[in-house]
């Protein structure tokens, strides 16, 4: 019998231990009702927005426009991405920053100086010949077939020529020796 009321009272004094320290049977989430969690409002983080000025159309729908030709996209957060401000900008011919529109017109006056007949934008790419333009490059200045290779060839060859697909080692090994055979034979 003793054990039994010295059972219920270290019971009863833990129960009352948990009520004091604020510990109940019922889940703190069924006690306090459920309030909707309100979107912080956050900060465009994408650079593209240095160049896009934010509005609201008629509709109420987000807009950006363009600062330098005042070109308009959609641009809500939830529907739409930077994705096509970041193309536009590229393809901008009022973008001050834009490289790629200057350097094509850099080339087209440079073809005009030269006295080019035909127009350069006009030039047929040809892998073929390339490349075998490339095995009498290696085989003139003496360069190792590694040199197609080296990063800094396949940086310029991507800015001066994009389509063209640089040959491997072996590859280029191949034309060389092909190249010297066919200019034996002749």
Same mark, same amino acid.
């Given at each position: 019998? !003793?054990? !039994? *009321?010295?059972?219920?009272?270290?019971?009863?004094?833990?129960? +009352?231990?948990?009520?004091?320290?604020?510990?109940?049977?019922?889940?703190?989430?069924?006690?306090?009702?459920?309030?909707?969690?309100?979107?912080?409002?956050?900060?465009?983080?994408?650079?593209?927005?240095?160049?896009?000025? &934010? $509005? *609201?159309?008629?509709?109420?729908?987000?807009?950006?426009?363009?600062? $330098? =030709? !005042?070109?308009? $996209? &959609?641009?809500?957060?939830?529907?739409?991405? #930077?994705?096509?401000?970041?193309?536009?900008?590229?393809? =901008?011919?009022?973008?001050?920053?834009?490289?790629?529109?200057?350097?094509?017109?850099?080339? #087209?006056?440079? =073809?005009? *100086?030269?006295?080019?007949?035909?127009? =350069?934008?006009? +030039?047929? @790419?040809?892998?073929?010949?390339?490349?075998?333009? %490339?095995?009498?490059?290696?085989? +003139?200045?003496? %360069?190792?077939?590694? @040199? /197609?290779?080296?990063?800094? @060839?396949?940086?310029?060859?991507? %800015? &001066? %020529?994009?389509?063209? /697909?640089?040959?491997?080692? *072996?590859?280029?090994?191949?034309?060389? $020796?092909?190249?010297?055979?066919?200019?034996?034979?002749?």
């Amino acid at each position: 019998m !003793e054990r !039994e *009321t010295l059972e219920d009272d270290i019971i009863s004094d833990n129960e +009352m231990r948990l009520e004091d320290e604020g510990i109940s049977d019922i889940p703190p989430e069924e006690s306090q009702p459920h309030r909707p969690s309100k979107r912080k409002d956050t900060c465009k983080r994408s650079k593209v927005w240095d160049h896009f000025i &934010a $509005y *609201t159309n008629g509709e109420g729908k987000p807009r950006a426009k363009c600062k $330098y =030709c !005042e070109r308009n $996209y &959609a641009a809500d957060p939830c529907k739409n991405g #930077t994705s096509t401000m970041n193309s536009h900008l590229k393809a =901008c011919k009022k973008h001050p920053g834009n490289t790629s529109v200057a350097s094509k017109h850099t080339i #087209t006056s440079y =073809c005009q *100086t030269m006295d080019v007949k035909e127009s =350069c934008s006009h +030039m047929k @790419f040809d892998q073929e010949a390339l490349r075998q333009g %490339l095995a009498r490059i290696i085989i +003139m200045d003496e %360069l190792p077939f590694k @040199f /197609v290779e080296n990063e800094g @060839f396949r940086q310029f060859i991507s %800015l &001066a %020529l994009p389509q063209f /697909v640089i040959p491997s080692r *072996t590859t280029i090994t191949r034309d060389c $020796y092909k190249l010297f055979f066919d200019e034996k034979e002749s």
